[in-house]
């Protein structure tokens, strides 16, 4: 599975390539850039967690945490730590989300679907990075033989390639 994973995320950022590549021409030259800005970044985010999934970087910066933690003799508090941090992910998304729906209010109807498909993705790789332990628990369970976390990140992908596939292939006249 996390083949299928790593292979979801290079079509997604390859189809955010196209969808910035094809971004349609419109009167409005600022609204063109801001979509094409917005697939690029898309495009790069997933090109850097193709990568991450293939060399798990999140496991290193797991290790690295628990290390300082035990050096600097915090390592019993890791689990307020873990809270406060997910606290503050969960927030940082929530303003993040709510500053690019503002930013791209005017493209917002054709990039719903987009912006679902990242915030799911996203708040599901932070709060895994978090490694609670009840999080690994239920990430860990099975759904009709397959594991929660994988259809979690798969869903998100799939959202993100719907709607770069959908925004690939819309008319460049506009």
Not at 22 to 46: E, F, I, K, Q, S
Not at 109 to 125: A, D, N
């Amino acid at each position: 599975m996390g083949w299928l994973t790593v292979a979801a995320y290079a079509a997604a950022a390859g189809l955010c390539f196209i969808a910035a590549r094809r971004c349609p021409v419109v009167a409005d030259a600022g609204a063109a850039r801001r979509r094409r800005r917005v697939w690029l970044g898309v495009a790069v985010l997933m090109a850097f967690l193709c990568i991450n999934k293939q060399l798990d970087l999140q496991s290193l910066l797991t290790d690295v945490g628990r290390l300082l933690a035990q050096r600097q003799g915090w390592y019993g508090w890791r689990r307020t730590v873990q809270l406060w941090f997910v606290i503050a992910v969960a927030m940082a998304g929530t303003l993040t989300l709510v500053i690019t729906m503002w930013k791209i209010r005017a493209i917002l109807r054709e990039s719903i679907i987009l912006l679902i498909g990242l915030s799911l993705l996203l708040t599901f790789i932070f709060v895994r990075a978090a490694s609670l332990h009840h999080v690994d628990v239920f990430i860990r369970l099975r759904f009709l033989g397959l594991r929660v976390n994988w259809i979690l990140e798969l869903t998100g992908i799939v959202l993100i390639v719907f709607s770069a596939a959908r925004s690939a292939l819309r008319p460049r006249a506009g």
